[in-house]
């Protein structure tokens, strides 16, 4: 089982609705919690951070954290095309310094 | 520009060979972070450092690679004897105490 899971896409959204992706990990001690964007032949690009159970919102985009059910999740609102990219999760596990755990990622297309 | 920034930002190079890459972290970050990304994948932790020391190596982290960052500012990871299997993105981030990683353009490595 791999620390932290995500379904590879591609989620496929008409332009202006809800994009919805999750991410699972195996480490109850994890701390922190990222999403990353990347599109393609770049580098990630930070979106959000959460650290606590809840809802954290900036902008179009909602992150969502359940430690007791290792779970987190990105909505992105009001999709635009330019939102199409590979979406990275990423964990601190809480090993010394600070070390981040990624998932695969998931494609998202957005179509207008 | 104030970011993380990489030298080269592509590298071809013939089995066998050495490379060297180099990374800038943002000036008041005193966290450095080398990742490694093949098509496909998130990025897989290989080493990590504070200030000048560094701090933990990833089992990735075969003898033919080594890193350092000898003033506490900008690092270098060095692949000796390249391999075709050392093909990909070699990203840099860099956060201040436990804060954030940002990541650097990254290098892209092809070894034929």
């Known amino acids: 089982q791999k620390e932290v899971e995500q379904n590879s896409g591609p989620l496929s959204v008409p332009e202006g609705a809800i994009a919805s992706l999750n991410c699972t990990y195996s480490?109850?001690?994890?701390?922190?919690f990222f999403w990353y964007r990347q599109y393609s032949g770049k580098s990630p690009e930070l979106i959000m951070s959460?650290?606590?159970?809840g809802d954290k919102e900036d902008g179009r985009f909602t992150a969502q954290l359940n430690k007791a059910s290792q779970y987190v999740s990105l909505l992105i609102r009001d999709s635009q095309p330019s939102d199409s990219a590979t979406y990275l999760c990423?964990?601190?596990?809480?090993?010394?310094?600070?070390?981040?755990?990624f998932g695969g990622g998931t494609r998202v297309l957005v179509k207008p | 520009d104030t970011g993380v920034s990489q030298d080269p930002r592509h590298k071809i190079t013939k089995r066998g060979q050495n490379v060297t890459f180099r990374c800038d972290p943002i000036?008041?970050?005193?966290?450095l972070y080398w990742y490694r990304q093949t098509l496909g994948q998130g990025p897989e932790f290989l080493t990590y450092?504070?200030?000048?020391?560094?701090?933990?190596k990833s089992r990735l982290l075969s003898d033919r690679f080594s890193a350092e960052r000898p003033k506490g500012s900008f690092s270098t990871l060095e692949i000796q004897r390249t391999e075709q299997g050392d093909s990909a993105m070699y990203l840099c981030?860099?956060?201040?105490?436990?804060?954030?990683?940002?990541f650097g353009p990254g290098t892209r490595l092809t070894v034929l």
């Open positions: 990423a964990v601190n596990m809480g090993a010394a310094g600070n070390k981040l755990t």
């Open positions: 480490d109850r001690v994890s701390q922190s």
């Open positions: 981030a860099s956060s201040f105490r436990l804060d954030t990683q940002y």
């Open positions: 450092f504070q200030n000048e020391a560094q701090l933990e």
């Open positions: 000036s008041e970050h005193n966290r």
């Open positions: 959460i650290y606590s159970n």
